[in-house]
Nanobody, 122 residues
Framework: QVQLLESGGGLVQAGGSLRLSCAASERTFSSYAMGWFRQAPGKEREFVAAISLSGSTTYHVDSVKGRFTISRDNAKNAVYLQMNSLKPDDTAVYYC???????????????WGQGTQVTVSS
């Protein structure tokens, strides 16, 4: 069974940083590209970033480029999202996702975590 468990969310002031983590089952992690999505109140869930199975290829949506960085540690079956220079507009529930890389970039995912809340105060 595919399991994704996020952690690391919280409340931070604008300009601050947070690092989200997602722990995956070994079978999941060795089979899929990984990604992060977010859903703000009253808005649809949107793609944020994806990383290939090997970790050699990443893609970040324009609104977070230069501020967020996705990475993965295959030895720990974990994927991370380092978020710097946070803005109030980044406030959302952040979800870990697993699928093929192209699917993630197009906004789809076969599997989802339960989400972790990130709140950025002004």
């Amino acid at each position: 069974q595919v399991q994704l468990l996020e952690s690391g969310g919280g409340l931070v002031q604008a300009g601050g940083s947070l690092r989200l983590s997602c722990a995956a089952s070994e079978r999941t992690f060795s089979s899929y590209a990984m990604g992060w999505f977010r859903q703000a109140p009253g808005k649809e869930r949107e793609f944020v970033a994806a990383i290939s199975l090997s970790g050699s290829t990443t893609y970040h949506v324009d609104s977070v480029k230069g501020r967020f960085t996705i990475s993965r540690d295959n030895a720990k079956n974990a994927v991370y999202l380092q978020m710097n220079s946070l803005k109030p507009d980044d406030t959302a529930v952040y979800y870990c996702a697993a699928d093929n890389f192209g699917g993630l970039v197009r906004g789809k995912s076969a599997y989802w975590g339960q989400g972790t809340q990130v709140t950025v105060s002004s």
